[in-house]
């Protein structure tokens, strides 16, 4: 059974700085692209962030230009999520998400994690 488990969620000022990580546990044979989704109370589930396996290509949201970097460690199976310049509008519950091939199949499927919040308030 696969498994994305993510932590680093918190409470941080305006303007501050939070780090996620989300590492992928159990039967992982080979993981594709890795990305970050957050929603917002009373809004849809939208994409922040995405990488490719190789961590050469990077994908992000218009509003987190600049401030968010997304890296991962296939070494560890684990994505990151570098936030910086917070602001109200991010508060929000951030999930992962990553296409993993489980060791029990040839095909690949979408999983994501549980969620952690950040709230972004004075």
């Known amino acids: 059974q696969v498994q994305l488990v993510e932590s680093g969620g918190g409470l941080v000022q305006p303007g501050g700085s939070l780090s996620l990580s989300c590492a992928a546990s159990?039967?992982?044979?080979?993981?594709?692209?890795m990305g970050w989704f957050r929603q917002a109370p009373g809004k849809q589930r939208e994409l922040v962030a995405t990488?490719?396996?190789?961590?050469?290509?990077?994908n992000y949201a218009d509003s987190v230009k600049g401030r968010f970097t997304i890296s991962r460690d296939n070494a560890k199976n684990t994505v990151y999520l570098q936030m910086s310049s917070l602001n109200s509008e991010d508060t929000a519950v951030y999930f992962c998400?990553?296409?993993?091939?489980?060791?029990?199949?040839?095909?690949?499927?979408?999983?994501w994690g549980q969620g952690t919040q950040v709230t972004v308030s004075s």
């Open positions: 159990g039967s992982v044979a080979r993981i594709g692209t």
């Open positions: 990488i490719a396996t190789n961590g050469l290509m990077t």
């Open positions: 998400n990553a296409n993993i091939r489980p060791l029990s199949s040839v095909n690949y499927g979408i999983y």
